[in-house]
């Protein structure tokens, strides 16, 4: 039985050589017991089964996913890319596959009050070179007009092909939200063109390196939802992707020097 047994429903932790550090409980969050190397291992050990019984798991949905059926698109629909209009196959840049992000909008609206989701998620996104050597090619379909969002994207400094969607998104996303953003997988076949997977929601998180780190640490996202022992640092979902005013990574951009006139008639 681990530490974590023993403290079911509340009961008294009884490990030995157990003890929790004084901690100042209107300042200093809570902390972890101390324990010698021993017990931390045999607490680790049992967690680590967990961990990779969730690790197959992973690897048997993911070959479920690969044994979906795909829906056609129609090749022609328009984008809008830096030489102009496009199409959805053109998106592929001659790959075999295509993973789009659908970029949510504010349009007309500043820089500041662009969206803190997408901005975090995008901006993880760096190197694509390893999903272009297996066939894919990774593009962020904007939701709203190319001009007054691609200046969103040289301000963020970001690389990935920029295309906006905003004259195709009732047959892109049919049957979905738009204007909420979704991750959607695509693949070509010649001239033709299917859908073959998409998410929205928590689903997004595979573009993330931060989330997965932070769940790494004792402290975890510290987001409300979490089930976090009483005095560990909470916070409201996704308010940590906001400071003053603005999405969190913005504000490097702006000390760098960087402008972040979209052109619009917002405040």
């Known amino acids: 039985m681990t530490i974590a047994d023993k403290a079911g429903g509340g009961a008294e932790m009884k490990a030995k050589n157990a003890k929790w550090p004084a901690t100042d409980a209107t300042d200093t969050p809570g902390t972890p017991m ?30 479920a996913r690969r044994r979906l059926p795909m829906v056609e698109m129609d090749p022609t629909l328009a984008l809008i890319g830096p030489r102009g209009p496009v199409t959805l196959l053109d998106a592929f840049e001659g790959r075999r596959q295509l993973i789009a992000y659908y970029f949510m909008w504010q349009t007309g609206r500043p820089t500041a009050e662009q969206c803190e989701g997408c901005t975090f998620y995008t901006t993880q996104l760096g190197e694509l070179s390893q999903l272009n050597a297996r066939g894919v090619t990774y593009a962020t379909f904007c939701q709203g007009p190319y001009q007054e969002s691609v ?4 301000f963020m400094g970001w690389e990935m092909p920029w295309y906006s969607a905003q004259d195709s998104l009732d047959a892109l996303l049919a049957g979905r939200q738009i204007g909420k953003f979704h991750l959607v ?44 022992p009483a005095g560990w640092p909470q916070t409201p979902v996704m308010s940590h992707l906001r400071t003053n005013g603005r999405p969190i990574a913005q504000w490097a951009r702006l000390q760098a020097g960087r402008s972040d006139d979209l052109g619009t008639t917002g405040p």
Not at 44 to 59: F, I, P
Not at 151 to 154: N, V
Not at 201 to 218: F, K
């Open 34 to 63: 101390v324990v010698d190397r021993a017990t931390f291992q045999t607490e680790l050990d049992a967690l680590r089964v967990r961990e990779k019984a969730h690790t197959r798991e992973g690897d048997a949905i993911a070959a």
């Open 185 to 228: 997988c695509y693949l070509r076949n010649g001239d033709r063109v299917f859908e073959t997977y998409w998410t929205n929601g928590r689903g997004a998180e595979t573009m993330d390196y931060s989330y997965a780190l932070l769940d790494l640490t004792v402290y975890g996202r510290q987001e409300t939802w979490e089930d976090s």
């Open 151 to 154: 200046r969103y994207r040289e």
